[in-house]
């Protein structure tokens, strides 16, 4: 009598064949998983620093551009706006000036408000609003005074564009509710610097030169460079930090030996950077 054999299990060869084929299926996927992990973080920091140089556009071009407003366009600029004391960190301001270097990276200005809904650095209103109401081509009762600044956080080599405003009267004395105060505007740089273009004495309709020094040179435009660092480590490959500064090196006219580039190579951890620039035009302050 015959008997015949029946299979009751997958022999050894069977079964290191399977596990052969669903370890390359794990790996595959575990790898697609990790490069788009990768991917989406890149991105994301990219998209990070993006962001942050397109709304330092818009805040610097919104408020630079209020440098000299005056209400009244036939009030000399010593009427509309007499000497000052200093109030946020500006320092004195002369008969006149509306606005002034106060460091690399500290720039300070004076306008009068537009009209009742014209909100200053921080958001606030005129603390005037009501006297507003009349239209353009009425004096003023208020001057506003910003202070926009880069601040490094003491702990870390990541600081911030700050600003500091006051509203006064023409006496200089700060209007209630409209005290000095500071807050944060973009935060995720890492530097960042001004410069001034200046006309002559023998053309003050044109810019002339540029300068990240005090002058005494009608400015006619400002022109700033900022820095902006990843939060996320960990996202470049095969490029060392002095290739990544490279540009800004160039771009702000550093040496090799300058202390905070040498500070952000120390501390670079392979975070990405982006660099942002724009110039912005001084309507109020060309004749």
Sequence with gaps: MKRHGFQAG?????????????SFLILGVTQIYIDNKRSYLFQQ???ESIEGSRYILML????LSKAGYRRRPDEQPEVAFPAATDLVGCGAFAPGETIKRTAAGSVCIRYQPRDH??????GDLPATASLLDDGPYTSAQEIITERLWFETDPDSLTGSLKCSRVHTDFAGAALAD???STGDLVSGLVDFRYEFGVGSNSDD????????????APILAVRYMALLRSSNPG???AIDAGSA??????????GSTDAHLLALKGDDTGQLYHVSQSTVMLRNLMP
């Design 178 to 180: 409209r005290t000095a």
């Design 10 to 22: 997958l022999s050894l060869v069977e079964l290191m064949v399977a596990l052969a084929i669903s």
């Design 245 to 254: 500064l490279e540009r800004w090196q160039d771009l702000a006219g550093l």
């Design 60 to 63: 610097l071009q919104q408020e």
């Design 117 to 122: 809904l014209d909100r200053s650095c921080l």
């Design 205 to 216: 309709r044109s810019i002339s030169a540029y300068t990240d020094g005090t002058t005494g």
């Design 45 to 47: 920091n990219q998209s």
């Design 235 to 237: 996202q470049r490959e």
